[in-house]
């Protein structure tokens, strides 16, 4: 969880459900005007998979999609289990206790993960099944 002060700032919460954002207006006068009216919006579990890969897979380390599995009961590797394979025989992606983006991989970011966001399934998780 992180809190923004000031104009422009954005808070997260990733709690209840599957957490909340929030970000300050811009503008000066309106910020002061109302500093904690921002509206906090809930992210849809859709959301938290794709800023889980688009941060995930930024780290040259790798990521381990288990955090998910930790603290939202989603199973990246099941549920993409279809898509993965295309992307790690084309060489874009290298899976094991961690998913990377190889060199080739990284020039395609947005490109891969909008390719899993497309075979993500509609329906969520039940909330009851998240931990928070």
């Known amino acids: 969880d992180y809190l923004g002060l000031g104009p422009g700032a954005h808070s997260f919460r990733a709690h209840p459900g599957w957490g909340g954002r929030r970000?300050?207006?811009r503008n000066m006068p309106m910020y002061?005007?109302?500093p904690s009216g921002?509206?906090?919006?809930?992210?849809?579990?859709n959301e938290v998979c794709v800023e889980a890969l688009l941060n995930g897979l930024r780290l040259r380390e790798g990521w381990?999609?288990?955090v998910l599995a930790v603290h939202y009961h989603i199973d990246l590797a099941t549920l993409l289990s279809e898509a993965l394979p295309s992307l790690t025989e084309a060489g874009y992606l290298s899976l094991g206790d961690t998913w990377k983006v190889?060199?080739?991989g990284a020039e395609l970011l947005d490109s891969i993960v909008g390719h899993l966001q497309m075979?993500?399934?509609?329906?969520a998780p039940a909330l009851d099944q998240v931990p928070y």
């Open 38 to 45: 921002a509206e906090w919006s809930r992210r849809t579990w």
């Open 32 to 34: 002061l005007e109302n």
């Open 64 to 66: 381990d999609p288990s």
């Open 119 to 123: 075979a993500l399934p509609e329906d």
């Open 102 to 104: 190889t060199d080739r």
């Open 23 to 25: 970000a300050n207006p």
